[in-house]
């Protein structure tokens, strides 16, 4: 333990390898990729925006955006920009068709696989915000929200479809609770993102996951009761809360758990014992950094790692399991997504990425449960809020 920790001591005095991993859900970025994202620049920028609002709801928001952090409730609300020729179309644009394809494969997704993945998960909303440049398009909204146009009924995705101007950059990438209090995910197109189909479907599924999290009974009120919020209650406090990351010592204790968690998912491919030998190390190793911590943080921890690190595991197990389907090439995107993973976790550059390394964490220990203790989806939404539950107990 004293040498695995004098290396982990060593690597955070290092220079850090530079990578093109993307902090929000760990994808490579391609040439073309930036290519893409360069023609959308100005689209992406924030616009001055007519706080008029369309029906005057508030808009507590779990964002997740492009930071991989810790999901964080704020308040917002909904747009009502002076319409523009586009905003007015009456049919949907055919330069959308690939963002609906990937719409429709994430709606597949999770009705083939989510309910053996996460019980109930096809039943969560599944209201969903394409934002357009301009343009906001709202895919299976349960009802028209006050102010939205109806367009038409997608032949792709088979849903109802409403528009407005956006109320959110061109680049967005979040889940939050809009409309009738139902999660939305608010998601700019594959052109916009830079994402290929399979990978912007594979987004959307994390973010649906979202929805599913969200959906659970009481889920704000139950994350103030954790006590984090310091009098917070507009939910600012996640992404504000003052986890101790300039003190070395804390680095060293997450940086040694991600480090270990590294080797514990490349030994999932081992054989049997040699996993559990390792897996057996992690677990002293995460205890270690849950001693260190104050009780505060350690509960703040393990809230990001429970919901954006379980959340950013689907991705890679859901593209695992859509092989079978050849809608796109989803064995080379797992391969992908599980060894930017394992980069991020070997090389985790704290100080520069901070709560965004909870969330490689979580997806880690996510992929190690599912061998470690196979039956811990079934219990994860009502054991909220913590992964230790099944790191501690028996099979």
């Known amino acids: 333990m004293h040498i695995q920790y004098a ?88 330069r959308l068709r690939e963002s609906r394809a990937a719409i429709a494969e994430a709606f597949a997704l999770v009705d083939t696989f989510g309910e053996r993945m996460f019980p109930g998960w096809p039943d969560a909303p599944k209201d969903i915000m394409l934002i357009d440049e301009e343009v906001a398009w709202l895919f299976c909204a349960a009802a028209a929200p006050q102010g939205w146009v109806p367009v038409e009924r997608d032949a792709i995705t088979g849903c109802e479809v409403w528009r407005a101007p956006a109320p959110f950059p061109a680049d967005s990438k979040k889940t939050l609770e809009t409309f009738n209090n139902r999660p939305t995910v608010v998601i700019g197109t594959t052109e916009a993102l830079g994402l290929s189909g399979g990978r912007f479907a594979l987004a959307l599924v994390r973010e649906r996951l979202h929805q599913l999290q969200m959906s659970t009974p009481d889920f704000r009120s139950a994350t103030l009761a954790l006590g984090l919020h310091g009098g917070d209650e507009t939910g600012k406090w996640m992404q504000g809360y003052d986890f101790p990351f300039n003190d070395r010592e804390t680095r060293k204790q997450v940086a040694g758990r991600s480090i270990m968690l590294a080797s514990a998912v490349q030994a999932l491919s081992w054989p049997t014992r040699s996993f559990e030998d390792t897996t057996s190390t992690y677990l002293t190793v995460r205890q270690s950094t849950m001693d260190y911590l104050s009780a505060a943080d350690a509960r703040y921890m393990e809230l990001c790692v429970w919901q954006e690190g379980v959340a950013r595991y689907v991705e890679v197990a859901m593209a695992e399991k859509a092989i079978q389907r050849n809608t796109y090439n989803y064995a080379a995107i797992a391969k992908t997504m599980k060894a930017e993973l394992v980069k991020e976790l070997r090389w985790p550059s704290i100080l520069s990425r901070g709560r965004a390394i909870f969330s490689a964490i979580g997806a880690g220990e996510a992929l190690v449960l599912d061998r470690h203790r196979p039956k811990w989806r079934g219990g994860y939404l009502t054991e909220r809020f913590t992964l230790s539950k099944w790191f501690s107990e028996q099979r």
Request: glycine fraction near 4%; proline fraction near 8%; charge should be positive.
């Open 7 to 94: 290396r982990i001591a060593r690597r955070l005095e290092m220079p850090r390898r530079s990578t093109s991993v993307s902090a929000c859900a760990g994808s490579a970025v391609d040439d073309a990729a930036r290519a893409r994202r360069a023609r959308h620049s100005v689209a992406a920028q924030p616009r001055p925006v007519d706080y008029r609002a369309v029906d005057r709801t508030l808009v507590f928001a779990f964002t997740i955006g492009f930071s991989g952090a810790c999901a964080a409730p704020t308040v917002d609300r909904t747009i009502d920009a002076p319409p523009t020729a586009a905003a007015t179309a009456s049919r949907l644009p055919e």
